[in-house]
């Protein structure tokens, strides 16, 4: 069966390799982001998440002509790194435009859609961060963490609708969303020792990333899925982190991210 599936934050990373995948078995593929995406197959609108009034004209113009929508995935993020004391304001209140707001610009735009249907799914790309916050990613681990509220809320408010909601919570992945996170590395800053020593770790771990192909395969299962679960862990470190979050102490974990970071 052909679904429809709309998609932000289709030019790049994950989000692309979603829509290669789904575009590839016939789907059709519905596609917000500031950029055009580099694979054919596509129906793509221009939006910028943090713009509600476009996020609206883009759903509205991508949907016309469309009997159905299927699922919506809210890919679309942006990472931060620097410590909370030397990230300047607006750049913190940018992320969370991305990271939170955009996702809610999405899901405003198309739940109505959905809930006429009585029936559909909603996909949030979260982040094993919303879990274990990372030093000098609080900003971004913050802006996960609300995404896994926003989640588990709207699958309470959306059950009686028919419409299920599942987060994805990845791990380390191979793609370009570490190179393209905006730093602030101040030399002079009293945390840049620490700073540089954990965004060295993170160099090395993401040497041994694992491809995005192991989230692509997950959201086909989801999308096929006819009752999946509300929140999927997956990727480099998932199983340690889902099973030392259950049984270790807040102390015990935080001594190990230090570890684990450098620190």
Request: glycine share 10%; hydrophobic share 45%; charged share 20%.
């Amino acid at each position: 069966m052909t679904r429809t599936v709309l998609i932000s934050g289709i030019s790049s990373g994950i989000g692309a390799a979603i829509a290669a995948r789904l575009a590839g078995r016939g789907d059709q593929v519905l596609g917000l982001s500031r950029s055009p995406p580099a694979q054919s197959g596509i129906t793509w609108q221009p939006a910028d998440v943090c713009d509600s009034v476009a996020v609206v004209a883009a759903t509205d113009a991508l949907l016309t002509g469309h009997d159905h929508l299927d699922a919506v995935i809210c890919n679309a993020g942006v990472g931060l790194l620097g410590s909370v004391e030397d990230v300047p304001l607006d750049a913190a209140r940018r992320l969370f435009d991305v990271n939170y707001f955009g996702v809610v610009n999405v899901l405003k735009a198309t739940l109505p859609r959905l809930r006429a249907q009585g029936k559909g799914k909603v996909l949030i790309m979260a982040s094993l961060a919303s879990r274990v916050p990372l030093p000098f990613q609080a900003h971004y681990s913050a802006s996960k963490a609300a995404l896994e509220s926003l989640g588990m809320a709207l699958g309470e408010e959306l059950a009686p609708h028919g419409i299920g909601v599942s987060l994805i919570e990845p791990g380390d992945i191979r793609s370009g969303f570490n190179a393209a996170m905006r730093r602030f590395e101040d030399p002079g800053s009293p945390y840049h020792p620490w700073l540089a020593r954990c965004a060295h770790s993170v160099s090395d771990l993401m040497k041994n990333a694992q491809d995005p192909k192991i989230i692509v395969d997950l959201v086909e299962d989801i999308l096929e899925c006819s009752r999946p679960r509300p929140r999927y862990a997956i990727g480099s470190g998932a199983r340690l982190v889902t099973l030392a979050t259950r049984v270790f102490t807040d102390r015990m974990n935080l001594g190990l991210i230090r570890r684990h970071y450098r620190l």
